[in-house]
């Protein structure tokens, strides 16, 4: 294996495991609009976080692309709504073990998790790979 491949690797963990603790954070604030099943030892978490993980590789570029004139007239107010998009599908995907209730509450929690992704990028994963990159 290469540097490259072990820090995708490594990036890819970093960023499920950050969405799992920020979805339980969400999930602790806004209780009656996020809710994740905790059987299996909190497993449900970790899925509903790969899934978003994929979701924001995959899905996620093609959904802005298709909203640029959108989040350009509303100078990037539109923006959280597409995570509340990647959350509904995962809502959709995962049945009872992760739910979603209202659309207000859901934005928040879209803006809350935005920027706790922001942090964590920041702060966490781009340090992790240029000390990776150093070596």
Request: charged share 15%; proline share 3%; with cysteine.
């Amino acid at each position: 294996m290469n540097k490259n491949n072990i820090n995708n690797i490594i990036e890819c963990l970093i960023y499920i495991m950050g969405y799992a603790l920020i979805l339980n954070i969400v999930a602790l604030i806004f209780k009656n609009t996020i809710q994740i099943d905790n059987s299996y030892y909190g497993i449900w978490g970790i899925i509903a976080s790969t899934v978003i993980y994929v979701l924001n590789k995959t899905i996620k570029p093609i959904i802005v692309r298709f909203t640029i004139p959108i989040t350009a007239l509303t100078l990037g107010i539109f923006y959280p709504f597409i995570n509340v998009i990647i959350l509904k599908i995962v809502d959709l995907l995962l049945l009872s073990h992760f739910t979603i209730n209202g659309i207000i509450f859901a934005c928040l929690a879209a803006i809350l998790i935005s920027v706790l992704n922001i942090i964590l990028d920041d702060k966490i994963i781009k340090p992790i790979i240029r000390k990776g990159d150093n070596k």
